[in-house]
């Protein structure tokens, strides 16, 4: 790949992330390179003003930080089409980012311009968030798109937090859920909090979202696997206490009132991953990351 210009975002509460921004743009300016270091609390306008002059567009992003710095950018970059590399700059092992040792070691240049990468197509969900009203009347309030997943829980943060929502796909209605809320997540998402939920743990390369309750109240509210190309209508249901809020990547968005409802499938454009070949792949990060021991009767025998 060649390279003439570069964005480099940075995690805008770490200090370890901003010197690591300034030696990569100083890696960058020994080759010739050119790039742009902002903080990853950027504003959408700041980022227009920079991508307005297709001249000036970048040839890849890259962001320093954990998995939630490059959510964050993720889904701010989405409307850009620019492929993304992350590495991994004061934070835990992610799934989503590179290791720190390509940055420091300089290597990320050479694997960059020798083309030793491959790029990740990760689909994204949309969500639209509607008034209730006939097909022909439907009114889109707002409009998001979530990397990982969308989830609902309870405003009410003075008392448990019950909530009762009501779904469906593809216009068949499909249960009620009673408990702390719901998640739709991606596959990529499905190591993330619908993991912690006790969702199944889904391939990124697998087309699919999972919808998995937050703490249900019955045993027979179970998670499920559908094709990403359905269409889930999530509903407050009347008869429940309280409004509930949508939050998309750890982020709030809106509280959904009685009368609104969503309308969550994918999303139309996917993010563009950098993932390099030497760097640890996919299984490795799951025994890494999750802590997983294999067989422990093999590591300690019996004496």
């Known amino acids: 790949m060649k390279l003439s210009l570069v964005l480099i975002v940075y995690r805008s509460d770490s200090s370890i992330a901003k010197e690591a921004s300034k ?6 300016k020994a080759k010739n390179i050119k790039s742009k270091r902002i903080e990853s609390d950027f504003y959408k306008d700041e980022i227009e003003k920079y991508f307005c002059n297709k001249e000036l567009k970048p040839n890849i992003g890259i962001v320093l930080g954990g998995d939630g710095t490059f959510l964050k950018c993720a ?24 290791e720190k040792d390509f940055l420091f070691d300089k290597s990320f240049i050479e694997i ?9 197509f990760r689909n994204r969900l949309n969500c639209n968030v509607c008034i209730n009203g ?9 409009s998001f798109d979530a990397l990982n997943d969308f989830y609902f829980k309870s405003v009410e943060e003075d008392i448990s937090p019950t909530n009762q929502i009501q779904i469906e796909i593809d216009n068949e209605k499909v249960n009620e859920y009673k408990g702390d ?11 993330a909090y619908s993991m912690a939920a006790g969702g199944p743990i889904v391939h990124p390369s697998i087309d699919a979202m999972i919808i998995n309750p937050i703490c249900p109240m019955s045993l027979a509210s179970r998670p499920i696997v559908i094709p990403n190309t359905s ?3 999530i509903k407050p249901v009347k008869k429940s206490k309280g409004e509930i809020k949508l939050w998309r990547d750890g982020s ?7 009368n609104y409802y969503c309308e969550i499938k994918k999303g139309q454009s996917p ?23 294999g067989d422990l009767s093999q590591k300690y025998p019996k004496h």
């Open 23 to 28: 030696f990569c743009e100083e890696v960058l």
């Open 75 to 98: 889904n701010a970059l989405a409307d850009y089409d620019i492929p993304l590399l992350s590495i991994n700059i004061g934070g835990n092992l992610g799934f989503l980012t590179q």
């Open 112 to 120: 960059l311009e020798k083309e030793e990468y491959t790029i990740d």
């Open 134 to 142: 006939t097909i022909s009347e439907k009114k889109i309030i707002k």
């Open 181 to 191: 809320g719901l998640i739709i997540s991606t596959s990529t998402g499905s190591t």
């Open 231 to 233: 269409k889930v209508i």
């Open 252 to 258: 709030k968005c809106m509280t959904i009132k009685e």
């Open 271 to 293: 993010c563009k991953i950098i993932k390099f070949k030497k760097s640890t792949n996919y299984y490795n990060t799951l025994i890494k990351k999750l802590d997983w021991k």
